[in-house]
């Protein structure tokens, strides 16, 4: 039997049909499920699950319409103020993965002293994907690798599994164990390609800004009851 995951990364879909199905403005889904956020968090955190990956923005969000990406630039930017800053005193690191370039200034400042202030933490970790892609990730990587080999720092005959994950945006952070998608759909939607190889994945029916603890367990459960191999013979 396998025991809790040490890292647990979650596609929080369906905040859009969330607030639809209800009547309201998609950016009210984004309002609750930025709630869903704290909560899982907190939950995730009572069960000793010491790595958390949210995916909270794609490189192909950048292409909803305006009104929408500067509601969820506005909930970063808050998320970043308050929510990270008492996560900060309970001494959880926080990284980020994804083209931070693409964020406005004040948001980059942001997302950078929060890296530096909790780098020293080390029992829960919060990575929080933004203007991520794992395709995006990859190709970043290769460039990087190819110019080392170009400024001649590096010899293509020694690239190793661990050289290409040490140049990934998760450099250090263990793979997930678990993936939870929400919303029904059955998809990666180019989310961590690489680190995905042996994760379990698991996919709820229930909306993200619906999603509760009790969902989050019986995810847990789910993944107990799995049988991982690896690839190898028991
Ligand atoms: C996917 O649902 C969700 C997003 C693109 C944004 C996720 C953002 C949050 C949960 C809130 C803010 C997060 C933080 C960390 C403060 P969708 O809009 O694609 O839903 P749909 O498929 O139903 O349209």
Redesign the pocket.
């Known amino acids: 039997m396998t025991s809790t995951p040490q890292h647990i990364a979650i596609i ?6 969330w607030a639809t199905a209800k009547g309201l403005p ?1 950016t009210e ?2 309002r609750q ?2 709630q869903t ?1 704290t909560r899982i968090l907190e939950a995730a955190h009572k069960r000793g699950i010491r790595y958390v990956t ?1 995916y ?2 794609s490189t192909e ?1 950048w292409k909803r319409p305006a009104d929408e990406v500067n509601t ?1 630039m506005d ?2 930017r808050q ?1 970043l103020k308050k929510d990270l800053s008492e996560l900060e005193k309970q001494s959880v690191r926080i990284h980020f993965i994804g083209d931070r370039n693409r964020f406005p200034q004040d948001i980059q400042t942001q997302m950078n002293k929060l890296e530096q202030s909790t780098r020293s933490h080390d029992q829960y970790h919060l990575i ?1 994907a933004l203007s991520y892609s794992g395709r995006d990730e990859l190709t970043r990587a290769v460039k990087r690798l190819a110019e080392q080999v170009k400024a001649g720092q590096f010899n293509p005959a020694d690239v190793t599994a661990e050289v290409i994950e040490a140049a990934l945006d998760t450099a250090g952070i263990p793979d997930p164990d678990l993936m939870i998608r929400t ?1 029904g759909e059955q998809r990666i939607s180019n989310f961590l390609l690489w680190q995905l190889a042996y994760t379990e994945m698991y996919f709820s029916p229930v909306y ?1 800004p619906d999603f509760t603890e009790e969902e989050l367990d019986k995810a847990i459960e789910a993944y107990r009851a799995r049988d991982r191999r690896f690839g190898k013979v028991k």
């Open positions: 929080m879909d369906g905040n859009g049909r998609r889904g984004h499920g930025a956020v949210l909270a923005f969000n969820l909930l970063f998320y929080l919303s993200w």
